[in-house]
């Protein structure tokens, strides 16, 4: 994910600190093949959401009211991370002061769930540094996308949590956005994730259409994220190892064709693709030829050479991604996607 576009797409997307006396939740367990998945308690009026900052630095003051105000409105009280306005260089603090807030907030004992201010780089730059065994004995709600990814992938990889890919607290909270984040994470609803039907003055629908690569139904355990943090990490202790009985779901932001075809090759050259059991890609927002010589293939010719070939169901231009009208995906949770219609139905509530 290039960051010469961050801004414009994202924002409207120390060690641990102990704390004394807290106790861990009782979270919800199950297992998923040999997996042991751990669900996180669900949002209600009066909890309290951290907003934290474990990526790129925000150097205005607006968009952290906006932030907090979009989550009062919600219902929710608001705490702000200790080194959430820090700065160290382009990153919103040094890497321990980043990984200590976020260690702080999963041991807080007044914290009900965790969203990232915003992305932009250095999640991975934290990994190292992140209490997964304090993460697991308090498991809560972290929400994030883009760079987050990062995050998302080791978290799940390393304690089994359920972790939700989002918008981000700087994000454009509209009504499609809330409406889903309220749903899943608020009324343990079970939705059908689907595109926008809106024809507009159109005979028929001309935007946020799905194209179907490989027709067909598949259930699995969803889980993915931005393609380029997701395959910055491949080969870490911190990338899933296990992608049997998985729905993989990929999004990306400016980046070239050249370099989507890339990462690509880089996830089927690691065995990813051979595991799973569908495929959806969302939106890969201003993704351009750019400089590939005498031409380039388009993103449609790209996704069909890696996917087509495998059989599986997979359908591209899901609500995931850059975009305002951005959905809550849940990393973790069985789903069924069926890749003609272009839906994703989840068949399990993501929080307890």
């Known amino acids: 994910m290039k960051r010469r576009n961050f801004v414009q797409h994202l924002g409207l997307g120390s060690l641990a600190i102990p704390l004394s006396g807290f106790q861990p939740f009782n979270p919800g367990t199950y297992s998923f093949g040999e997996s042991q998945i751990i669900k996180p308690k669900a949002l209600k009026a009066g909890d309290t959401i951290a907003i934290v900052s474990p990526a790129s630095a925000i150097f205005e003051s607006e968009p952290y009211e906006i932030a907090k105000e979009s989550f009062e409105a919600m219902g929710l009280k608001v705490k702000f991370g200790e080194f959430v306005k820090s700065r160290y260089g382009h990153l919103a603090g040094t890497d321990e002061e980043r990984a200590g807030e976020l260690n702080a907030?999963?041991?807080?004992?007044?914290?009900?769930?965790?969203?990232?201010?915003?992305?932009?780089?250095?999640?991975?730059?934290?990994?190292?540094?992140?209490?997964?065994?304090?993460?697991?004995?308090?498991?809560?709600?972290?929400?994030?996308?883009?760079?987050?990814?990062?995050?998302?992938?080791?978290?799940?990889?390393?304690?089994?949590?359920?972790?939700?890919?989002?918008?981000?607290?700087?994000?454009?909270?509209?009504?499609?956005?809330?409406?889903?984040?309220?749903?899943?994470l608020f009324d343990k609803k079970t939705p059908l994730l689907e595109n926008p039907k809106d024809k507009g003055d159109n005979l028929v629908q001309t935007a946020n259409r799905t194209r179907t690569i490989t027709s067909g139904k598949a259930k699995g355990q969803l889980l993915g994220g931005n393609l380029s943090v997701l395959t910055g990490i491949m080969g870490s202790a911190y990338f899933p190892k296990d992608w049997s009985d998985k729905i993989i779901y990929l999004e990306d932001v400016g980046e070239n064709i050249y370099a989507v075809d890339r990462m690509m090759t880089q996830i089927q050259l690691g065995g990813v693709f051979k595991q799973v059991k569908g495929f959806v890609f969302g939106k890969c927002t201003d993704c351009e030829p750019g400089t590939s010589g005498y031409g380039s293939l388009t993103l449609e010719e790209v996704l069909d050479h890696y996917i087509k070939p495998l059989g599986i169901p997979a359908f591209s231009g899901a609500m995931i991604g850059h975009i305002r009208d951005n959905s809550t995906i849940p990393n973790g949770i069985e789903v069924e996607v069926d890749a003609g219609s272009g839906t994703i139905q989840l068949l399990e509530a993501a929080v307890v």
Do not use: C
């Open 105 to 184: 907030m999963f041991k807080d004992r007044d914290v009900d769930a965790i969203i990232a201010l915003r992305g932009g780089s250095g999640s991975a730059r934290i990994l190292e540094l992140l209490d997964y065994d304090a993460i697991k004995k308090n498991p809560k709600i972290f929400i994030g996308y883009s760079d987050i990814t990062a995050l998302h992938l080791a978290i799940f990889e390393k304690t089994g949590l359920v972790t939700f890919h989002a918008p981000v607290a700087v994000s454009s909270w509209n009504s499609f956005a809330v409406s889903h984040f309220k749903d899943i």
